[in-house]
């Protein structure tokens, strides 16, 4: 499976990004997928997790509130609708598909994941 995460750029701090990771392959629509980001420095965190079917989501409590992750299986994309952006959201965000049907914290228990698409939010 080959992931390709876009939508990333340059924005001010209260706009609003979409980001869209397009898978290759149906087989994305049986896994949970997260998207991941990662400043300088700092681990890769989960800001954002969603289960096979989208019955399921996961919101770190640092973007809970702003950021909305939604799919639709019949395009093999997921999305993250990142609202009211901050400066601390500045990063590379990656897309990643989960080993099950569900999303995990845990970076091992994705097997794929895209090149990232960088964003950077301007005070």
């Known amino acids: 499976v080959q992931l390709q995460a876009s939508g990333g750029g340059l924005a001010q701090a209260g706009d609003s990004l979409r980001l869209s990771c397009a898978a290759s392959?149906?087989?994305?629509?049986?896994?949970?997928v997260g998207w991941f980001r990662q400043v300088p420095g700092k681990e890769r965190e989960l800001v954002a997790g969603?289960?096979?079917?989208?019955?399921?989501?996961y919101y770190a409590d640092s973007v809970k509130g702003r950021f909305t992750i939604s799919r639709d299986n019949a395009k093999n994309t997921v999305y993250l609708q990142m609202n009211s952006l901050k400066a601390d959201d500045t990063a590379v965000y990656y897309c990643?598909?989960?080993?099950?049907?569900?999303?995990?914290?845990?970076?091992?228990?994705?097997?794929?994941w895209g090149q990232g698409t960088k964003v950077t939010v301007s005070s």
């Open positions: 990643a598909v989960s080993r099950s049907s569900y999303y995990s914290v845990e970076r091992s228990q994705y097997r794929y």
């Open positions: 969603i289960t096979w079917n989208g019955g399921g989501t």
């Open positions: 392959k149906r087989t994305f629509s049986n896994n949970g």
